[in-house]
Each structure stands twice: as C-alpha cells, then as structure tokens.
C-alpha cells in the first residue's frame, strides 16, 4: 500500500462548531474527492479570504444611491408598468 507524504506546512489546530449538515456534506464530498477535511475547509476559506471586499462596499453604496432617489417616471409610465401583464411573451 503506498504511502502518501505530503510536505510539511505550518499548519495549526483550530477548534469550531459546524452545522451537522454541512459537516455531514463535507464529510460526504470529503470521501468522493479522496481529500482530507481540513482541505476542503482551507480551500472555502482561502476562497471567502480572496473576496474582494471592496466590490461589496461598492454594491451597498449603488444600492443606497438607488434606492434613496424616486424613479422620475410620470403617471402614465406607472400606470403601464403597472397593468403590464408579467406572463405575456
């Protein structure tokens, strides 16, 4: 049977609670992929690290500029977008 080596990487022990399920999924996935898992959590969190934060900053203020302004439409518009039948092709 072949011995799998990894190169050593400073790594540290993390205790946590998980939801059962996700930990069950992750078991599950853990066994499909054949990967420890550690691995699978460290790839999620490199992943959510990686997220630029900066894009969701950016996100929230359009959505406050947008919603903060009234839509400059006229009675007649509203009145078209209203009664538009949502289900007709």
Known sequence: MPIRMKLKEKKEKVGTILD???LRKIKE???REGRT???II???LLKYN???STKSELR?????R???KPFNLNMREMNELLNEDIYEL
Request: with cysteine.
């Open 20 to 22: 059962s399920d996700l």
């Open 29 to 31: 996935r853990s066994a």
């Open 37 to 39: 898992i550690s691995d």
């Open 42 to 44: 460290q790839d999620a």
């Open 50 to 52: 990686d997220t630029d």
């Open 60 to 64: 929230k203020s359009a959505v406050t």
């Open 66 to 68: 947008f919603c903060s």
